[in-house]
């Protein structure tokens, strides 16, 4: 059974830090690009960051470029996100997913074959 485990989601304020993990189990992690989306309320969930825990290709959204930093431990079968100046547009519920990787990302929902349960991130302002 393919497991992600997400963690690290918390209340902070504009401009502060929070670094999420996944932790993944059941999967052939390097076979994947394992990465996070976000779902604000009252909009449909969209792709922040996904790694390629091979190769360690990269695709950020536009919104969090310069701003998160995903990387990937295989050694443990994790995936932190460093979220930095963080936003009150930032404020969502972050999913850890993973799609079979083929050398092209695809950083949209319906494309997902794992999903972790979602943990909740408040930027105050």
Request: glycine residues 12%.
């Amino acid at each position: 059974e393919v497991q992600l485990q997400a963690s690290g989601g918390g209340l902070v304020q504009t401009g502060g830090s929070l670094r999420l993990s996944c932790a993944a189990s059941g999967l052939t992690f390097d076979a994947h690009a394992i990465g996070w989306f976000r779902q604000a309320p009252g909009k449909e969930r969209e792709g922040v960051s996904l790694i390629a825990t091979r190769t360690g290709k990269i695709y950020y959204a536009d919104s969090v470029k310069g701003r998160f930093t995903i990387s990937a431990d295989s050694n443990k079968n994790t995936v932190d996100l460093q979220m930095t100046t963080l936003k009150p547009e930032d404020t969502a519920v972050y999913y850890c997913a993973a799609h079979r990787y083929g050398g092209v990302f695809l950083p949209w929902s319906s494309a997902m074959d794992y999903w972790g349960k979602g943990t909740l991130v408040t930027v105050s302002s």
